[in-house]
C-alpha cells in the first residue's frame, strides 16, 4: 500500500504513525496497518521516510518547539563572526546540463541582485541566494535543475536579473502548477514605493522590487507580482515567497495579513471589482519588514553580508525543520530583540548611525487564507 492511500488528516493523528521524510522533513501520518519498512515521500518522491523514536518524539512533543528553540537568540550571538565562507561559484544554475528535466512537484525561482553598476550596491545579496538554494536542496528535497537563479553572476543572459528575466522566471515557476506542487519565490535586493495609481492601496502606495535595470525598464510592483504568480495559482498547490527588501511587507498584495507582535490577522482585501485572489492556491508570503521599513544587510551574524531576516530565517529552518508560522516569528523577533539588548549589529558606520545600533525592521507574515499560525507548520 502506498503512503498517499494509507495517510490519515492530521485530525486524525492519534489512529497512525507520526513519520518524518529524512530529505525534506515533511511529517506524515500512516496507518497503523501500513507495516513498510520503507516508504517513499509523497512530496519530493526521492526520500524514505523514517519512524521517528517514540520516546523522542514524546518528549519533543511534551516540550514544545518554543522551548527547544528558548536559547535559540544566543546561540546565534555565540556564532558571530565564525561562519565559514562558501566557495564561489559563478553559475548556481543547473538547467543548461538538463534541457528538459523530468516534472517535479518542487520549483524555485531565486533572485539576488547587487547592482555592481550603480552607487547603491547591495553586499549580501549573492550570499542570500547561495544560503537559500542550499536550505531548499538539502532540507527540503528540492532537485537542483528545478532552482533557477537569477544573479549577476550568471554567465547565460536568461538568467541575469533583468526585469524581462524575472518576470519570465516567475511564469515559468507556475506554468502548468498542479495539485501537490510546492513553489517558492526568494528575492533579496533593492525595495522601494511609488504612489498607488488604481486606488487598491490603504497607504497610497504600492511596494516593488527592483530589478538590475530598473532605471530602464521600472519596477516590478506588488500589483505586477500578484497577477504573475498568486492568482495562477490551482487548487492544491502552495507557494512561499521570500522577499527580503526595504517596504517589502503587503508586495504580493494578499488578502490577510498577520501583526505577530499583536498575534492577530488583519484583512488587506482590495477594492470591490479588484481581482487578487489565487485560482483556489495557498500563497504565503514572508517578508523582511513592513511597508514602511527599511531592511537591513548586516555581517553580525557570520562576518559575512548577509539579509538579516534571511540568515534567521535559514538558520531557524536549518536547526527546527517544520516549526509553526507562530514560532518561527517569534523565534525571529527573539533573536533581533536579543541582538538589539547586546549592541551587536554589524560594524559598519554608517548602518549604526543610521539604525542606532539596532534592527529596526519587523518581519512581516501575510496569505491568501488564514490559518492558526501556532498549529501550520512551515514546510517549503
Excluded at 518554543?66 to 559563478?90: A, E
Excluded at 543547473?94 to 547587487?114: D, F, M, Q, W, Y
Aim: net charge neutral; charged share 20%; proline share 5%.
Amino acid at each position: 500500500m502506498g503512503l498517499q492511500q494509507s495517510m490519515n488528516s492530521t485530525a486524525s493523528m492519534d489512529s497512525g504513525r507520526n513519520i518524518i521524510c529524512s530529505g525534506c522533513r515533511q511529517r506524515w501520518v500512516v496507518k497503523a496497518s501500513n507495516k513498510s519498512a520503507a516508504i517513499v515521500c509523497p512530496s519530493c518522491r526521492i526520500n524514505i521516510l523514517e519512524f521517528p523514536n517514540e520516546e523522542l518524539q514524546a518528549n519533543q512533543q511534551q516540550q514544545g518547539l518554543r522551548s527547544r528553540i528558548r536559547n535559540f537568540g544566543h546561540h546565534m550571538k555565540s556564532k558571530m563572526h565564525q561562519g565559514t565562507i562558501i566557495p564561489h561559484n559563478p553559475s548556481l544554475n543547473h538547467e543548461s546540463s538538463h534541457p528538459n528535466p523530468p516534472r517535479t512537484c518542487k520549483r524555485a525561482v531565486l533572485c539576488g541582485i547587487t547592482y555592481n553598476n550603480w552607487k547603491y550596491k547591495l553586499k549580501g545579496t549573492i550570499n542570500d541566494v547561495r544560503n537559500m538554494r542550499e536550505l531548499l536542496i538539502t532540507r527540503f528535497g528540492y532537485p537542483r535543475e528545478c532552482i533557477r537563479v537569477l544573479t549577476e553572476d550568471e554567465t547565460d543572459p536568461r538568467f541575469f536579473p533583468t526585469r524581462k528575466n524575472i518576470e519570465d522566471s516567475l511564469r515559468w515557476l507556475v506554468n502548468d502548477c498542479r495539485s501537490g506542487d510546492s513553489l517558492m519565490f526568494f528575492y533579496s535586493g533593492h525595495g522601494l514605493r511609488q504612489p498607488d495609481l488604481n486606488n487598491d492601496e490603504d497607504d497610497g502606495f504600492d511596494e516593488t522590487i527592483c530589478p538590475v535595470d530598473f532605471l530602464t525598464s521600472g519596477m516590478i510592483l506588488d500589483d505586477d507580482l500578484n497577477a504573475l504568480i498568486v492568482r495562477p495559482l490551482k487548487p492544491g498547490v502552495t507557494l512561499h515567497a521570500v522577499v527580503d527588501a526595504c517596504h517589502s511587507g503587503t508586495i504580493l498584495d494578499l488578502s490577510h495579513v498577520y501583526f505577530s507582535r499583536e498575534k492577530k490577522w488583519k484583512e488587506n482585501f482590495p477594492p470591490p471589482g479588484i481581482d487578487k485572489h489565487t485560482s483556489g492556491g495557498l500563497a504565503i508570503s514572508i517578508s523582511a519588514c513592513l511597508d514602511n521599513q527599511a531592511a537591513v544587510d548586516t555581517s553580525a551574524f557570520n562576518g559575512k553580508m548577509n539579509g538579516a531576516m534571511t540568515y534567521l530565517l535559514a538558520e531557524v529552518l536549518k536547526k527546527f525543520p517544520g516549526p509553526t508560522y507562530g514560532d518561527l516569528f517569534d523565534l525571529i523577533h527573539e533573536t533581533f530583540d536579543d541582538i538589539n539588548q547586546a549592541s551587536c549589529l554589524a560594524n559598519s558606520r554608517i548602518i549604526r548611525r543610521i539604525f542606532n545600533n539596532r534592527f529596526t525592521q519587523t518581519p512581516l507574515l501575510s496569505s491568501s487564507h488564514k490559518f492558526d499560525v501556532y498549529q501550520k507548520h512551515l514546510f517549503l
